[in-house]
Protein backbone atom coordinates (compact mmCIF):
# COMPACT_ATOMS: atom_id res chain seq x y z
CA UNK A 1 0.00 0.00 0.00
CA UNK A 2 1.12 3.33 -0.96
CA UNK A 3 1.35 5.86 1.43
CA UNK A 4 1.87 9.80 1.10
CA UNK A 5 3.29 11.50 4.36
CA UNK A 6 3.79 15.11 4.72
CA UNK A 7 5.61 17.66 6.65
CA UNK A 8 5.61 21.31 6.98
CA UNK A 9 3.51 24.19 7.06
CA UNK A 10 2.16 26.23 10.29
CA UNK A 11 1.57 29.88 10.62
CA UNK A 12 3.08 32.38 9.72
CA UNK A 13 3.03 36.21 8.72
CA UNK A 14 2.14 37.18 5.48
CA UNK A 15 5.41 37.50 2.94
CA UNK A 16 7.05 35.22 4.64
CA UNK A 17 7.98 31.66 3.52
CA UNK A 18 7.23 28.25 4.43
CA UNK A 19 8.29 25.00 3.20
CA UNK A 20 5.97 21.75 2.45
CA UNK A 21 7.50 17.84 1.90
CA UNK A 22 6.05 15.02 0.86
CA UNK A 23 7.31 11.48 0.98
CA UNK A 24 6.29 8.08 -0.64
CA UNK A 25 6.47 4.97 1.64
CA UNK A 26 5.11 1.57 1.18
CA UNK A 27 5.31 -0.73 -1.62
CA UNK A 28 7.93 0.93 -4.70
CA UNK A 29 6.37 3.52 -6.17
CA UNK A 30 7.47 5.86 -8.23
CA UNK A 31 4.60 7.77 -9.77
CA UNK A 32 4.44 10.14 -12.73
CA UNK A 33 3.20 13.19 -11.07
CA UNK A 34 3.59 14.74 -7.68
CA UNK A 35 0.84 17.54 -7.08
CA UNK A 36 0.08 19.82 -4.29
CA UNK A 37 -3.51 20.82 -3.93
CA UNK A 38 -5.11 23.22 -1.58
CA UNK A 39 -8.98 24.13 0.20
CA UNK A 40 -10.27 25.85 2.36
CA UNK A 41 -13.54 25.16 3.86
CA UNK A 42 -16.94 24.99 1.99
CA UNK A 43 -14.89 25.34 -1.61
CA UNK A 44 -13.15 22.87 -3.95
CA UNK A 45 -9.87 21.65 -3.85
CA UNK A 46 -7.36 24.08 -6.13
CA UNK A 47 -4.71 22.83 -7.77
CA UNK A 48 -1.31 24.63 -6.73
CA UNK A 49 1.47 23.01 -8.47
CA UNK A 50 2.45 19.59 -10.22
CA UNK A 51 5.80 17.77 -11.12
CA UNK A 52 6.72 15.17 -13.14
CA UNK A 53 10.23 13.76 -13.58
CA UNK A 54 12.97 15.50 -11.80
CA UNK A 55 14.67 18.51 -13.46
CA UNK A 56 11.21 18.90 -15.70
CA UNK A 57 9.06 21.74 -16.42
CA UNK A 58 6.76 22.02 -13.13
CA UNK A 59 3.05 23.39 -13.66
CA UNK A 60 2.05 26.06 -11.72
CA UNK A 61 -1.62 27.80 -11.01
CA UNK A 62 -1.25 31.21 -11.63
CA UNK A 63 -2.61 32.37 -8.16
CA UNK A 64 1.25 30.75 -7.12
CA UNK A 65 2.88 31.22 -10.01
CA UNK A 66 6.39 33.20 -9.27
CA UNK A 67 5.77 32.39 -5.46
CA UNK A 68 5.91 29.08 -5.17
CA UNK A 69 8.61 26.62 -6.77
CA UNK A 70 7.90 22.73 -6.78
CA UNK A 71 10.57 20.06 -7.09
CA UNK A 72 11.21 16.60 -6.68
CA UNK A 73 14.65 14.49 -5.75
CA UNK A 74 16.33 12.09 -8.13
CA UNK A 75 14.69 9.09 -6.55
CA UNK A 76 11.58 10.33 -7.72
CA UNK A 77 9.86 9.60 -3.95
CA UNK A 78 9.60 12.99 -2.51
CA UNK A 79 8.46 16.45 -3.75
CA UNK A 80 8.78 19.64 -2.17
CA UNK A 81 6.53 22.81 -2.52
CA UNK A 82 8.71 26.23 -1.45
CA UNK A 83 6.55 29.10 -0.68
CA UNK A 84 7.59 32.44 -1.01
CA UNK A 85 5.95 35.84 -0.53
CA UNK A 86 2.84 34.40 1.34
CA UNK A 87 -0.75 36.22 1.34
CA UNK A 88 -3.32 35.43 3.79
CA UNK A 89 -5.00 34.12 1.14
CA UNK A 90 -2.51 31.20 0.62
CA UNK A 91 -4.20 29.94 3.81
CA UNK A 92 -5.84 26.23 3.53
CA UNK A 93 -4.81 23.19 3.69
CA UNK A 94 -2.42 21.42 1.56
CA UNK A 95 -2.87 18.03 0.45
CA UNK A 96 -0.22 15.64 -1.50
CA UNK A 97 -0.82 14.17 -4.35
CA UNK A 98 0.50 11.64 -6.69
CA UNK A 99 -0.61 9.26 -9.63
CA UNK A 100 0.16 7.47 -12.40
CA UNK A 101 -0.84 9.48 -15.46
CA UNK A 102 -1.51 9.03 -19.53
CA UNK A 103 -1.24 12.11 -21.26
CA UNK A 104 0.54 14.54 -19.14
CA UNK A 105 -0.63 18.62 -19.55
CA UNK A 106 -1.53 21.34 -17.37
CA UNK A 107 -5.52 20.21 -17.71
CA UNK A 108 -4.58 16.70 -16.46
CA UNK A 109 -2.12 17.23 -13.59
CA UNK A 110 -4.73 20.36 -12.46
CA UNK A 111 -7.46 17.80 -11.96
CA UNK A 112 -7.79 15.98 -8.58
CA UNK A 113 -9.07 12.92 -10.73
CA UNK A 114 -6.15 12.47 -11.82
CA UNK A 115 -4.52 11.23 -8.87
CA UNK A 116 -5.03 8.02 -7.20
CA UNK A 117 -3.13 8.98 -3.72
CA UNK A 118 -3.40 11.46 -1.38
CA UNK A 119 -1.47 13.21 2.02
CA UNK A 120 -3.25 13.71 5.08
CA UNK A 121 -2.92 17.42 4.20
CA UNK A 122 -1.09 20.18 6.78
CA UNK A 123 -2.40 23.64 7.36
CA UNK A 124 -0.91 26.82 6.36
CA UNK A 125 -2.14 30.04 8.25
CA UNK A 126 -0.60 33.11 6.83
CA UNK A 127 -1.66 36.05 9.45
CA UNK A 128 -2.39 39.77 7.73
Known amino acids: QVQLVESGGGLVQAGGSLSLSCATSGRTFSPDIMGWFRQVPGKDREFVAAISWPGSSPYYADSVKGRFTCSRDNAKTTAYLQMNSLKPEDTAVYYC?????????????????????WGQGTQVTVSS
Open 97 to 117: AAGRFGPINYVTVAHPGSYGY
